[in-house]
């Protein structure tokens, strides 16, 4: 028996390939197929099943095309209903795989269809559990991205999940291994641990929800409490995944088509396309393409195309550096985004070098910005209100980069305004965004929020929650 957990650092996203006896099965999958397919054919095997552990809303998944490629078979439990083809396990159903099995648990509470699978090895002892979104290293799945219309409310979701892991998960032995779908950063839970798997028994230790002494009342309460807005997209991705979607090979083919710069204008010109800069900030800021918006692959790249381009089918035209168009179209495709229709070729040097009107952010280092702080300046911060709160420069309005594109009546043309995050990176998202919809008077601040508040910059650690609220 093999057991390998591909992990994805960009959406913190785990993905197993479990292989016995020449048979292998694939659970929750990424949208490329590639990977999985190339591991099978190496060690001559072939994939008997697919199994989803639920209708994922932070990435689309790879279960229709692997499918088609490969004959395997697409599981879901309980309580999922498709447009597409597949086997709906019962609760307690065993499916063989060589010599070892693994058996469907209906575990609702993150979503009704949740399903975690325990895998058997060859003498029916229980070796590990693909908890999909329902446990985590250290936090359980939220219970509120499957409300309906008020009929499905996040506590009564919550109390199935207390039932779920306190009935079907906790009961087994402390030895089994605990893999899970995401780890730390996220947003499918609140607190996950940066590790990927652990052993049930210590998860019994650590976890606050897995306490044995709590209540269900205390557990619903705690699970549901400070839970953030989840990202716009997600509700979009899980209908993907539950009504099907275009080929990985299609977007691949029609997103990597190379554009000169003067094609690449006119393609902009006429689709309306939002030019999308995926090169590192330190590029970025020295100089781009008027309106383009940057997001780098060197950040949590998926998640915040996710959160901050609101239309799935918005045509995008790509600036990337070289060697990178391939991944940026896959990593834009993992989250719904199919409508890449090309990228330049030769990247930003090219668009330079035919000398077209380019575009700048005016950026300082912290040092800079430290020697010209007065009380006067309009500072934002985009960080989250989580670390916001625990410590800003003082005087700073708290506008998080997932709210920007909401924000900006908050925000006036005729003032200047310093922007700055943790490390440079949002801060630079956040600049883009503003200069592409007209605002000018913008100094982004480059470094690390550590080195402002080490510096002479007055900070505070309290801000009055109404702060917050905006």
């Known amino acids: 028996m093999k057991v390998e957990q591909i992990y994805t650092g960009c959406l913190a996203q785990g993905a197993y390939y479990i292989e016995s006896n020449g048979e292998a099965a694939i659970i929750d999958p990424l ?3 590639e990977p999985y397919i190339a591991k099978a054919k190496a060690n001559g095997v072939k994939i008997k099943y697919i199994f989803e552990t639920h209708f994922h809303a932070d990435f689309v998944s790879g279960h229709l095309d692997l499918a088609k490629k490969t004959g395997a078979k697409i599981i879901y439990g309980p309580k999922a209903e498709t447009k597409y083809k597949k ?14 099995s693994i058996t469907a648990l209906h575990t609702p509470g993150h979503t009704p269809e949740s399903t975690t699978y325990l895998l058997k090895d060859a003498k029916k002892k229980p070796y590990s559990i693909f908890t999909g979104d329902t446990l985590f290293i250290g936090d359980v799945g939220r219970p509120d991205l499957a409300q309906k219309n008020g009929k499905l409310t996040k506590e009564q979701l919550a109390g199935w999940l207390y039932d779920s892991l306190r009935k079907k998960i906790m009961t087994l032995p402390d030895d089994v291994l605990v893999y899970p779908a995401h780890g730390a950063g996220s947003a499918c839970g609140k607190n996950m641990s940066s590790e990927t798997w652990d052993t049930l028994g210590n998860q019994k230790k650590t976890n606050y929800a897995l306490r044995a002494n709590m209540t269900k009342k205390e557990f619903i309460k705690e699970v549901t409490d400070g839970l953030l807005p989840p990202p716009v997209y997600f509700q979009k991705n899980a209908a993907l995944n539950k009504s099907g979607y275009e080929s990985i090979d299609i977007v691949m083919k029609r997103g990597v088509k190379s554009l000169s710069p003067r094609a690449f204008e006119t393609a902009a010109n006429e689709t309306d396309a939002l030019i999308l800069d995926v090169r590192p900030k330190d590029e970025f800021v020295k100089g781009f393409i008027p309106n383009s918006i940057f997001i780098g692959l060197d950040g949590s790249f998926a998640p915040w195309v996710g959160a901050l381009i609101p239309d799935l089918m918005q045509p995008i035209l790509i600036v990337a550096p ?3 168009n391939k991944e940026t179209v896959k990593r834009l495709a993992r989250v719904g985004y199919d409508n890449a229709i090309g990228y330049l070729k030769g990247g930003f040097d090219a668009w330079k070098k035919e000398k077209r009107e380019i575009d700048k952010v005016e950026t300082i280092n912290v040092k800079k910005f430290a020697k010209g702080y007065s009380k006067k300046l309009n500072i934002i911060d985009v ?10 420069v003082q005087d700073a309005q708290n506008i998080p980069l997932s709210t920007i594109s909401n924000s900006m009546s908050e925000i006036s043309k005729k003032k200047k305004y310093y922007l700055h995050c943790r490390s440079g990176y949002r801060s630079t998202v ?3 965004i503003l200069k592409a919809r007209g605002y000018e008077n913008l100094v982004n601040v480059q470094g690390l929020y550590t080195d402002i508040s080490a510096s002479k910059i007055p900070t505070s650690d309290f801000v009055c929650p109404t702060t917050l609220e905006k």
């Open 31 to 33: 949208r490329e197929t």
């Open 87 to 100: 086997h709906l396990a019962k609760d307690g159903e065993v499916f063989k795989l060589g010599k070892v």
């Open 322 to 324: 070289k060697g990178k």
């Open 383 to 392: 960080r989250k209100p989580t670390e916001f709160i625990a410590e800003q």
């Open 430 to 432: 956040a600049a883009s």
